[in-house]
């Protein structure tokens, strides 16, 4: 079965400076690797996804994220930070099991951005 | 805003009890799909609906259930409620063209929270 690790459960960075937040996955073959965030009382919203090719995929809001199948892991990038990033991030991993198309969800990681 | 509904926005409720949660994809959208977000167990995906058809399963208790209407709109049925139901309960809805849940990108609602007492 699929699993995601997000070690970090609070992250708290300067607005302006760079950010990483961490995901590794746990998965027998190529999985489908997606970043959500989720800002206070609002629903997820999809940043970016990977399925294959590229392995540095863009997504919205100025993120990106590194797909290395060697260190399992898809850690999301973003090169200066807005106190509007503030939020929850959530790693997520998709993959077909038993017929079925299923995602599993890391615990997520709070992002506070200081002025 | 996301264009994906969800009734009522809290629902206060006591152990044993039943209860819907309602949810309009999309305009155009053919998948829904369902999510329960707790405390204890984080970010779940519970249940995954195409064009009225169930595609996908995930944690869903045998004491919940779903199902997708012809107009689209999806419902969640949660019965006997214990206190461990408490939770923000999600709806998502995507286009569905393939039914395929990884390519799909998911809109999502802005949640129903159920508080169980």
């Known amino acids: 079965a699929q699993s995601v690790t997000q070690p970090d459960i609070h992250i708290t960075v300067s607005e302006g400076a760079s950010l990483e937040l961490r995901c590794n996955y746990s998965?027998?073959?190529?999985?489908?690797l997606f970043w959500y965030v989720q800002s206070p009382g609002q629903g997820l919203q999809l940043l970016l996804k990977?399925?294959?090719?590229?392995?540095l995929v863009q997504g919205i809001k100025g993120f990106e994220a590194e797909f290395k199948r060697s260190q399992s892991s898809f850690n999301l990038r973003k090169p200066s930070v807005h106190w509007s990033d503030a939020a929850e991030y959530f790693c997520?991993?998709?993959?077909?099991?038993?017929?079925?198309?299923?995602?599993?969800f890391g615990t997520g990681t709070k992002l506070q951005v200081i002025p | 805003d996301s264009g994906v509904t969800q009734t009522p926005k809290h629902l206060i409720t006591a152990t044993g009890q039943r209860v819907t949660l309602r949810c309009s994809p999309r305009s155009g959208d053919l998948s829904v799909y369902w999510y329960q977000q707790s405390l204890d167990q984080g970010l779940q995906f519970l249940i995954h609906y195409y064009n009225g058809e169930e595609r996908a399963k995930g944690n869903i208790l045998e004491r919940f259930s779903a199902q997708q209407f012809p107009d689209l709109h999806s419902e969640l049925n949660l019965s006997s409620l214990e206190l461990g139901d408490s939770a923000l309960y999600f709806c998502?809805?995507?286009?569905?063209?393939?039914?395929?849940?990884?390519?799909?990108?998911?809109?999502f609602g802005p949640g129903t929270r159920l508080t169980v007492l």
């Open positions: 997520a991993v998709g993959a077909n099991s038993g017929g079925y198309q299923k995602v599993t």
């Open positions: 998965y027998g073959a190529t999985p489908y």
């Open positions: 998502a809805s995507s286009v569905g063209v393939s039914g395929g849940f990884h390519t799909d990108t998911q809109y």
């Open positions: 990977y399925f294959s090719g590229d392995t």
